[in-house]
């Protein structure tokens, strides 16, 4: 039973409806995404019903660079959709940069998550 969820790229297509699911099931969400809610129109589309939910917390954080130790602490399960989408964009013109922030987001977000009893 997941009481308190972590969900990264919760601004993007697939974290948004995710996030709107969960809360639908009354599960509290920290959405966590480099797109400020309030800066960022896409941001604002995506998480528009989250935003009026009393269970939802975001973060505007970027996982390769920003410490999460405060943002998982008491989540008991992370969904990790925090990512640059899209094969031939991501292997192709941004392959130079992809894969490093790509890593760095995947460290930063599980390192913490053992230590604190969390479910990946
Ligand atoms: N959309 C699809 O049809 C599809 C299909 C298969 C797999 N996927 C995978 O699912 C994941 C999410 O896809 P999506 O379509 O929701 O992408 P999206 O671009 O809509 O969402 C990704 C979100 O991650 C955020 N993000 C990226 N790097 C970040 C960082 N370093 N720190 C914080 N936030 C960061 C972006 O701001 C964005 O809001 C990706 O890994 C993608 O490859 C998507």
């Known amino acids: 039973m997941m009481s308190r969820v ?3 790229g919760a ?3 697939i974290g948004s409806h995710l ?3 969960l ?3 009354g599960v509290r969400v920290v959405g966590l995404d480099r797109r400020r809610v309030g800066e960022h129109a ?3 589309e995506n998480l528009a019903q989250a935003v009026v939910s009393p269970l939802f917390t975001p973060y505007c954080l970027d996982l390769a660079v920003d410490q999460l130790d405060d943002v998982v602490a008491g989540c008991d399960t992370v969904f990790h959709l ?3 989408p899209g ?3 991501s292997w192709s013109r941004e392959f130079s940069t992809t894969p490093r922030p790509t890593c760095s987001a995947h460290t930063g977000c599980w390192r913490p998550a053992p230590a604190r009893g969390c479910a990946g």
């Open 6 to 8: 972590l969900v990264t």
């Open 23 to 25: 809360l639908g099931r």
């Open 11 to 13: 601004a993007g297509f």
């Open 42 to 44: 896409l941001a604002d």
């Open 19 to 21: 996030v709107d699911a």
């Open 87 to 89: 094969v031939r964009p």
């Open 82 to 84: 925090a990512a640059r």
